[in-house]
């Protein structure tokens, strides 16, 4: 477990694992509620707490519960920012989005001493994605495969390593689910120019062995750096059937 000092209780917490981080998608200028997990409010009791992870920098603690009231970070009080509060609700509220809101955000839960933290939101805007109609794939139960992505993008100067994210929407689901993450070297990606412009497209793969019907879904790669995220072009992964060894009859 990762130990993390909590600025808004002056004291330090031990994290659980994060089961998985969902992506929401808005538009710059959108009002957005990012939700706090059941698994944590239902009870409605322990400190709630709201943390902020913008990429590549420290995990910033944004507001808290006190008692039946909230508290404010004086680094979020600009207004736009507060919390939906009933019995079985602390949802985080942002009014007219910036781009310095796209970040990973996290509800958390004091209790006994010990940080337990739900599954955590990444919020990226629909201006900055790249999505196009997934390519389809049909694949026979307990087969093995290679998922391929790419992402095109206008090359900067940007020194920062690139975070490399493959994201899965199932059925029935509202939002995309990260799965594997990686830190890119950039030997995969080649430049080029578009109308003068110096652009580079970059390529990603991801093994996947032994699928089964709950690997069904679409696939996305998402690449990120210096405050930006870029999704490439998309995979629907269809699973059919299933496998069955050879008979050899004599």
């Known amino acids: 477990m990762a130990v993390v000092v909590n600025p808004g209780l002056d004291r330090s917490v031990k994290t659980t694992n994060i089961a998985e981080i969902q992506v929401q998608t808005v538009s710059r200028g959108d009002n957005v509620t990012i939700k706090c997990g059941e698994d944590l409010t239902r009870d409605n009791n322990g400190n709630l707490i709201w943390y902020k992870q913008s990429f590549g920098n420290q995990p910033q603690y944004v507001v808290r519960k006190v008692e039946n009231n909230y508290r404010l970070s004086p680094d979020f009080r600009d207004g736009r920012i507060n919390v939906t509060r009933d019995q079985k609700r602390f949802d985080l509220n942002i009014a007219g989005t910036k781009e310095d809101d796209a970040a990973t955000y996290f509800c958390g839960k004091m209790a006994d001493n010990v940080m337990y933290f739900g599954s955590g939101t990444l919020l990226v805007f629909a ?27 206008t090359a900067s100067s940007c020194a920062e390593e690139q975070s490399v994210y493959w994201l899965k929407l199932g059925s029935g689901e509202s939002h995309k689910g990260i799965i594997y993450t990686h830190v890119n070297n950039s ?45 490439g072009n998309g995979t629907k992964v269809d699973v059919k059937g299933k496998t069955f060894d050879k008979i050899l009859l004599p």
């Open 127 to 153: 201006e900055k994605t790249n999505l196009h109609v997934p390519n389809q794939k049909v694949i026979r139960s307990g087969e093995s495969d290679t998922l391929q992505c790419s992402v095109q993008e």
């Open 187 to 231: 030997n995969q990606c080649k430049r080029g120019s578009e109308a003068g412009v110096p652009t580079q497209s970059c390529s990603y793969t991801l093994p996947k062995s032994q699928l089964g019907h709950d690997d069904a879904g679409i696939y996305h790669c998402a690449v990120a750096a210096c405050g930006k995220i870029l999704f």
